[in-house]
């Protein structure tokens, strides 16, 4: 089963610091969970994020816009649902409460690889649309990613892409867009943009794997192992 997007759920709020996400219900055990984040000044930036059982947090990238060491990042984490979740609440916590605005995404990928994504980047810029580029690691892999802006328009996503949820306001603007179909190729160049008015902006971006793809070897008891999908398999033994 191909990576595929399974469902998503968006929140903000202004001077505080957490947001407790709408209930999110996913179609499946084993589904990708990833954060996508805005705030929108003062370098406040995601604490944490708790709700869920035995679900656990980490950090891929985040970015400022322009380098602005005013601005709020935009960030991504990610995490791994073994379980279906029913109703779950995530919230999302943040190091300070004294941004004008904050924006938080929770997205769910069926089919995706429980591990570390792949590979990511980040972008910045003072003006103009928001653009960022990463290049895959492995076959099958979905490209997703997120920007935020200082301002509050909306954006129209690039080519070959779909902004799946957009939020934001007086203050900022946040967009998690992904690509409509997998990568079949390693080593591919992906861009996640949109079409944007706006002031200065950051962008962030990561890959989804396939379970399919191979890890490389392992060596354990002086046997190396070679991971394909959730299995084993023995090579020869290391003299």
């Known amino acids: 089963m191909a990576v595929a997007y399974d469902t998503s759920v968006v929140g903000g709020g202004a001077g505080v610091n957490s947001i407790a996400l709408p209930a999110i219900s996913t179609a499946g055990a084993n589904e990708k969970l990833l954060c996508f984040s805005h705030e929108s000044q003062n370098a406040d930036n995601i604490s944490s994020i708790t709700g869920g059982s035995g679900i656990t947090w ?19 984490w990610e995490a791994y649902a073994t379980a279906q979740l029913s109703s779950v609440v995530f919230t999302v916590n ?31 810029g ?32 690039g080519s070959n892409q779909t902004i799946v949820e957009e939020n934001g306001g007086s203050f900022s603007i946040v967009d998690f867009s992904r690509q409509n179909a997998v990568t079949s190729s390693s080593g591919s160049s992906v861009t996640i ?25 392992q060596t354990l008891n002086n046997y190396q192992f070679v991971k394909v999908g959730n299995g084993m398999s ?3 033994k290391i003299k």
């Open 58 to 76: 980490t950090f891929v990238a985040k970015e400022q816009p322009n380098h602005d060491t005013n601005t709020g990042w935009v960030e991504i």
């Open 94 to 124: 943040y190091t300070a409460s004294n941004f004008p605005h904050a924006s938080a995404i929770i997205a769910a990928f069926s089919g995706a690889k429980n591990a570390v994504v792949g590979t990511s980047n980040t972008a910045i």
């Open 126 to 157: 003072n003006s103009g649309s928001p653009s960022v580029n990463l290049t895959t690691t492995a076959t099958n892999s979905l490209v997703v990613g997120c920007w935020g802006s200082a301002s509050a328009n909306t954006g129209t996503a």
């Open 193 to 217: 943009n949109g079409t944007m008015t706006s002031t200065e902006w950051a962008a962030v971006c990561c890959e989804v794997l396939d379970p399919g793809v191979v890890a490389g070897p």
């Open 234 to 236: 023995t090579s020869e």
